[in-house]
């Protein structure tokens, strides 16, 4: 069924799982919606019947107006909010084009995002080469245009505390990860609060889908974080450059090439933020040492997790 899905592009509120005082995200996972994740039934090492929840995979093919641009792997949630993070990460759309209109068909898999003036989207695509992302990765040779003219805020500041409460909340938040695993997730963050947390098979999915919110919600970033599970890569540093957020977080590690990008555009990159440890490589002046480990609050057990975030 074709839909128009323009109208509502935020959905801050009405996405959020069960709406509560307490909870700090205008939106995150659903794990329980239907078409996400499946049973699977097997068999265990004893050679016991099992049922287990799998993630779906769903193919997804973008359109920028009368153009096919690229078929994506991906969960199949917030199909608009990934079209147009992935087409603004890609440098396909100028920040002064204006998105006159996003058509979904589920059946037909496709999602069009329509602009109010033509697009040369083809000169971005001549140059290809697959990064170490999952499933489609990004292309990149035109993206690095403007990469070393980003000037993000020296202002920016994370506070120890921020990041201590910051890893707490987003690792016990329900997700698809803790419900079947074999997912990648991506948060975006001011001070010490998630604001919206995306998963999917590909981590550039996940960023993709922020980028998406963002762009259509009109949403700064000089003050903002971004936390991802996935590993600190070449890819992970140029988008979040790219989207203008000074401060990127993984429980994960490194690559060189992406501290090297780091240190270039003066990211603040910290990695292997777990529990109450973590490692800057980049940036280190936006970071205040105003909790230490000790005082922190230690993260309850995450009961029923399929298995570990450094995996990923």
Not at 50 to 76: C, D, F, H, P, W
Not at 196 to 215: F, L, P, Q, S, T
Not at 270 to 293: C, E, H, M, N, T
């Amino acid at each position: 069924m074709s839909q128009d899905v323009l109208s509502s592009p935020s959905r801050p509120a009405a996405d959020a799982v069960g709406p509560e005082a307490t909870d700090p995200y205008l939106l995150r996972p659903d794990p329980l919606k239907d078409g996400l994740s499946t049973t699977v039934e097997g068999l265990d090492q004893d050679g016991r019947l099992v049922e287990t929840r799998v993630v779906t995979e769903k193919a997804l093919t973008l359109y920028l107006n009368s153009q096919e641009v690229v078929t994506m792997m991906t969960i199949g949630d917030h199909p608009d909010l990934l079209a147009v993070g992935y087409l603004k990460n890609q440098n396909m759309l100028a920040p002064d084009d204006v998105i006159t209109g996003i058509d979904y068909d589920d059946d037909l898999e496709v999602v069009v995002v329509r602009t109010q003036r033509e697009t040369n989207y083809e000169e971005k695509l001549k140059k290809k080469v697959r990064t170490s992302g999952c499933a489609q990765g990004t292309v990149f040779g035109d993206i690095m245009e403007g990469f070393d003219e980003i000037a993000l805020p020296a202002t920016a500041r994370l506070k120890t505390s921020w990041l201590y409460g910051l890893t707490k909340t987003i690792n016990t938040t329900p997700s698809l990860y803790l419900e079947a695993g074999a997912i990648h997730g991506c948060v975006l963050c001011q001070e010490d609060r998630p604001l919206v947390y995306m998963e999917d098979v590909g981590r550039h999915n996940a960023v993709d889908k922020i980028a998406g919110w963002m762009a259509m919600n009109g949403v700064s970033p000089e003050d903002k974080i971004f936390y991802t599970t996935g590993r600190l890569t070449s890819e992970m540093v140029i988008k979040t450059v790219m989207m203008g957020i000074p401060i990127l977080v993984s429980r994960s590690g490194f690559t060189a090439w992406g501290v090297e990008l780091a240190r270039r555009a003066g990211l603040t990159l910290v990695g292997r933020a777990r529990g109450k440890r973590f490692v800057v490589l980049s940036g280190q002046d936006r970071i205040d040492f105003d909790l230490s480990p000790d005082q922190a609050e230690a993260e309850p057990d995450r009961a029923g997790r399929k298995g570990s975030r450094d995996d990923e």
